[in-house]
């Protein structure tokens, strides 16, 4: 509050939080400390600013001392509530009184409910984008009554005149201006649903002060990238793996004050938030400086547990990630942030069912980094579309780096697994013909779709590559929901569907096979 300035907005805040606790709670709001001050109320002139709530009789006496504490409590149990009264009175009995109870709390859970579902359904939209989109409305209904007037003008044409018609009509030219307009309004509607993740990250602050206080360590929490917007959707479903990323990094990342003044670091800890767009996709940085993923360690109880086995070969990023498998811990101790197994395969089931994936990245004694990368929107996505034994299937374009043609002089002989030679460099691919377990021959030229996945390039054979393809994603059907393969479909232009696939889970599944083969 600030008294002295006239443009200030003055607010009564009933509260058990200390002066430093709310400061701390307002730091994302106001950058400059100096724009709000805290005062307590009892400091505060009763003015019109200042609007209070008539005060209660009983709390009047008190704070005047002519009662207690416990002589209010006392006298204000002694009263009755409406239906122990009326019960009393003989004017309802107790049964109808338990039923109206519990009406009462259904109608009270429903509107908790409604009155969530409202907040959440709410978003600010920028008035600009408004203006923008209803600009391309009226475009688009011009353009309509365009093609609308050629197609009056075709039916009433004789058969013989039809083709000099058509070219003058300019259908082409009518056609590549809705497929503008309509790619434009695709743009501008996902971009009203396109949030800064400024929100979600701020968050976290008064977590990692909770953290703190309750681990006894000092951790401050930075954050860059906040103005990067994500389609707020995905936002929604954010929090939750956020906040037990960010509980495991303060908890099993950041050493104790003593620990870090013997490794020669600053006794106050950093967890670093960041986001950043990076083609359609939006990655997300969880990093500290803390001890780093004991590799050791992690394999060791992976071992205990039978996830491995002792001739197991893994890569550091593959060890890594199996603190994501569901039950895995480090922890010693079962305490209330950590040590219970949970958490950290919630987080992976999350943002894959937001059809993103985690990475990790770790430097012992250094810090541990986690990438979460998920989609720009879960409406729409660019996709390469291919086929399989004249099935449809779509790639997301964004991790497609090339497609090149699968010939038998391509194909590496001398190691026996599936190595394609591409311009001198050894690439490993996976048959998606075999993968599916399609019957029949393959062409004999195939196409491989070469990506990028989490630092390696994998190639995906499939029968032909088709082309682009602005793909509207549609959930799949039950059935379809336990195949991991699948993130959705879509519907093509003659109406046949086409399967999303999921290039990260296919390697998953892929290399696991080759596990089990070993």
Same mark, same amino acid.
């Given at each position: 509050?600030?008294?002295?300035?006239?443009?200030?907005?003055?607010?009564?805040?009933?509260?058990?939080?200390?002066?430093?606790?709310?400061? %701390?709670?307002?730091?994302?709001?106001?950058?400059?400390?100096?724009?709000?001050?805290?005062?307590?109320?009892?400091?505060?002139?009763?003015?019109?600013?200042?609007?209070?709530?008539?005060?209660?009789?009983?709390?009047?006496?008190?704070?005047?001392?002519?009662?207690?504490?416990?002589?209010?409590?006392?006298?204000?149990?002694?009263?009755?509530?409406?239906?122990?009264?009326?019960?009393?009175?003989?004017? =309802?009995?107790?049964?109808?009184?338990?039923?109206?109870?519990?009406?009462?709390?259904?109608?009270?859970?429903?509107?908790?409910?409604?009155?969530?579902?409202?907040?959440?359904?709410?978003?600010?939209?920028?008035?600009?984008?408004?203006?923008?989109?209803?600009?391309?409305?009226?475009?688009?209904?011009?353009?309509?009554? +365009?093609?609308?007037?050629?197609?009056?003008?075709?039916?009433? *044409?004789?058969?013989?005149?039809?083709? +000099?018609?058509?070219?003058?009509?300019?259908?082409?030219?009518?056609?590549?201006?809705?497929?503008?307009?309509?790619?434009?309004?695709?743009?501008?509607? !996902?971009?009203?649903?396109?949030?800064?993740?400024?929100? $979600?990250?701020?968050?976290?602050?008064?977590?990692?002060?909770?953290?703190?206080?309750?681990?006894?360590?000092?951790?401050?929490?930075?954050?860059?990238?906040?103005?990067?917007?994500?389609?707020?959707?995905?936002?929604?479903?954010?929090?939750?793996?956020?906040?037990?990323?960010?509980?495991?990094?303060?908890?099993?990342? #950041?050493?104790?004050?003593?620990?870090?003044?013997?490794?020669?670091?600053?006794?106050?800890?950093?967890?670093?938030?960041?986001?950043?767009?990076?083609?359609?996709?939006?990655?997300?940085?969880?990093?500290? %400086?803390?001890?780093?993923?004991?590799?050791?360690?992690?394999?060791?109880?992976?071992?205990?547990?039978?996830?491995? *086995?002792?001739?197991?070969?893994?890569?550091?990023?593959?060890?890594?990630?199996?603190?994501?498998?569901?039950?895995?811990?480090?922890?010693?101790?079962?305490?209330?942030?950590?040590?219970?197994?949970?958490?950290?395969?919630?987080?992976?089931?999350?943002?894959?069912? !937001?059809?993103?994936?985690?990475?990790?990245?770790? *430097?012992?004694?250094?810090?541990?980094?986690?990438?979460?990368?998920?989609?720009? $929107?879960?409406?729409?996505?660019?996709?390469?579309?291919?086929?399989?034994?004249?099935?449809?299937?779509?790639?997301?374009?964004?991790?497609?780096?090339?497609?090149?043609?699968?010939? +038998?002089?391509?194909?590496?002989?001398?190691?026996?697994?599936?190595?394609?030679?591409?311009?001198?460099?050894?690439?490993?691919?996976?048959?998606?013909?075999?993968?599916?377990?399609?019957?029949?021959?393959?062409?004999?030229?195939?196409?491989?779709? =070469?990506?990028?996945?989490?630092?390696?390039?994998?190639?995906?054979?499939?029968?032909?590559?088709?082309?682009?393809?602005? $793909?509207? #994603?549609?959930?799949?059907?039950?059935?379809?929901?336990?195949?991991?393969?699948?993130?959705?479909?879509?519907?093509?232009?003659?109406?046949?569907?086409? =399967?999303?696939?999921?290039?990260?889970?296919?390697?998953?599944?892929?290399?696991?096979?080759?596990?089990?083969?070993?």
């Amino acid at each position: 509050m600030v008294p002295e300035m006239s443009s200030a907005i003055e607010l009564l805040l009933k509260t058990e939080l200390t002066r430093e606790e709310i400061e %701390d709670l307002l730091e994302f709001l106001v950058k400059d400390q100096a724009l709000f001050d805290v005062t307590p109320a009892a400091n505060l002139p009763v003015s019109p600013i200042n609007p209070l709530v008539t005060p209660k009789i009983g709390k009047i006496l008190l704070e005047k001392g002519e009662i207690t504490q416990e002589q209010l409590e006392k006298s204000l149990s002694k009263q009755k509530r409406i239906g122990e009264h009326l019960v009393d009175e003989g004017l =309802i009995s107790r049964e109808k009184l338990d039923e109206a109870l519990k009406d009462q709390n259904r109608q009270r859970v429903k509107i908790e409910a409604l009155k969530k579902s409202d907040i959440s359904a709410n978003i600010k939209v920028n008035a600009g984008k408004l203006d923008k989109l209803f600009d391309l409305i009226g475009e688009l209904v011009t353009v309509q009554e +365009r093609l609308s007037q050629a197609s009056s003008v075709i039916r009433k *044409t004789r058969p013989e005149n039809l083709g +000099r018609v058509i070219g003058e009509l300019d259908l082409e030219a009518i056609s590549e201006e809705i497929s503008m307009l309509t790619n434009s309004l695709r743009d501008n509607a !996902l971009s009203v649903r396109m949030l800064p993740i400024e929100s $979600t990250f701020s968050k976290f602050r008064r977590l990692i002060h909770d953290l703190s206080a309750e681990l006894h360590k000092s951790i401050e929490l930075s954050m860059s990238g906040t103005e990067t917007e994500i389609d707020k959707t995905v936002i929604d479903k954010l929090d939750e793996p956020l906040m037990h990323i960010i509980r495991n990094c303060a908890d099993h990342g #950041i050493e104790s004050p003593e620990d870090r003044r013997k490794a020669g670091k600053p006794v106050k800890g950093n967890i670093h938030l960041s986001a950043e767009h990076d083609a359609g996709n939006v990655v997300i940085h969880i990093r500290d %400086d803390g001890a780093g993923l004991n590799r050791k360690r992690i394999f060791e109880i992976a071992l205990q547990r039978g996830m491995i *086995t002792e001739d197991t070969v893994l890569t550091d990023g593959q060890v890594y990630n199996l603190i994501f498998e569901p039950g895995f811990s480090t922890a010693k101790n079962v305490t209330s942030i950590s040590g219970r197994g949970v958490g950290m395969d919630v987080v992976k089931k999350t943002i894959e069912g !937001l059809g993103g994936h985690v990475n990790v990245l770790s *430097t012992e004694g250094k810090g541990t980094q986690i990438d979460i990368t998920l989609p720009l $929107t879960l409406a729409i996505i660019d996709g390469l579309l291919v086929s399989i034994a004249h099935q449809s299937f779509v790639f997301p374009l964004n991790v497609v780096n090339e497609c090149v043609e699968l010939r +038998r002089n391509t194909i590496d002989q001398s190691t026996g697994g599936n190595l394609a030679n591409v311009r001198g460099a050894l690439i490993p691919y996976i048959r998606l013909r075999d993968l599916f377990e399609f019957s029949g021959e393959a062409p004999e030229i195939e196409q491989i779709v =070469i990506s990028s996945l989490n630092g390696r390039v994998i190639g995906f054979v499939v029968d032909e590559v088709i082309g682009g393809h602005k $793909t509207v #994603i549609k959930p799949v059907g039950k059935m379809y929901k336990a195949v991991p393969e699948f993130s959705g479909a879509s519907i093509l232009g003659d109406g046949s569907i086409a =399967i999303i696939v999921d290039p990260f889970r296919i390697l998953k599944i892929a290399e696991a096979a080759e596990a089990l083969k070993n």
